[in-house]
T-cell receptor
Framework: DAGVIQSPRHEVTEMGQEVTLRCKPISGHNSLFWYRQTMMRGLELLIYFNNNVPIDDSGMPEDRFSAKMPNASFSTLKIQPSEPRDSAVYFC??????????????FGQGTRLTVV | EDQVTQSPEALRLQEGESSSLNCSYTVSGLRGLFWYRQDPGKGPEFLFTLYSAGEEKEKERLKATLTKKESFLHITAPKPEDSATYLCAVQGTTLTDSWGKLQFGAGTQVVVTP
């Protein structure tokens, strides 16, 4: 398996623009997570999905952030409008979770977002 | 609220010089403690999961141990390729929470010089 695939790897945008980050989880995994990493706050969970349904979005910083998972193989994280303080590395991770089996979360390579 | 504190923040080792990293945690009840390795420009890479006090796991030069309040990652005779940031994370006892809903520490940056 190719692992968790994120695109783009790097994104530079101007303040006020819409940004869309994309993620393809590992095939067969049923949970998907969006994390954000900054020097100041480290790795923080933004939102996670189970079986394509958003379960906990308490980490989403504000209404400018939204995430969708239209099917088991694709998710997006959108920021509209973007602000310089959104600059960070955004990671997507996936795992397999069932009653009798849980795997660890596997992370993608991340998207480095710079908002100028 | 779950809290994870890692120390030291940074560690510089000579090749072959063994050392330990610390991860102190505060959770209402631990479901799992995870160690990840992160190389620059890459995502965290899973190393170990520990479930209960007294448990130990090993992988090559790394050994992770767990007590009721902290975990240690021991690096034995490190090599330059062990240079990375090592992240500790906990999953608390909110049983309805996903296994992947993790509270991460800030990490320990390890540099091993030849």
């Amino acid at each position: 398996d190719a692992g968790v695939i994120q695109s783009p790897r790097h994104e530079v945008t101007e303040m006020g623009q819409e940004v869309t980050l994309r993620c393809k989880p590992i095939s067969g995994h049923n949970s998907l997570f969006w994390y954000r990493q900054t020097m100041m706050r480290g790795l923080e969970l933004l939102i996670y999905f189970n079986n394509n349904v958003p379960i906990d979005d308490s980490g989403m910083p504000e209404d400018r952030f939204s995430a969708k998972m239209p099917n088991a193989s694709f998710s997006t994280l959108k920021i509209q409008p973007s602000e310089p303080r959104d600059s960070a590395v955004y990671f997507c991770a996936s795992s397999l979770e069932r009653t009798t089996l849980n795997t660890e979360a596997f992370f993608g390579q991340g998207t480095r977002l710079t908002v100028v | 609220e779950d809290q994870v504190t890692q120390s030291p923040e940074a560690l510089r080792l000579q090749e072959g010089e063994s050392s330990s990293l610390n991860c102190s945690y505060t959770v209402s009840g631990l479901r799992g403690l995870f160690w990840y390795r992160q190389d620059p420009g890459k995502g965290p890479e899973f190393l170990f999961t520990l479930y209960s006090a007294g448990e130990e796991k090993e992988k090559e030069r790394l050994k992770a141990t767990l007590t009721k309040k902290e975990s240690f990652l021991h690096i034995t005779a490190p090599k330059p390729e062990d240079s990375a940031t090592y992240l500790c994370a906990v999953q608390g006892t909110t049983l309805t929470d996903s296994w992947g809903k993790l509270q991460f520490g800030a990490g320990t940056q390890v540099v091993v010089t030849p």
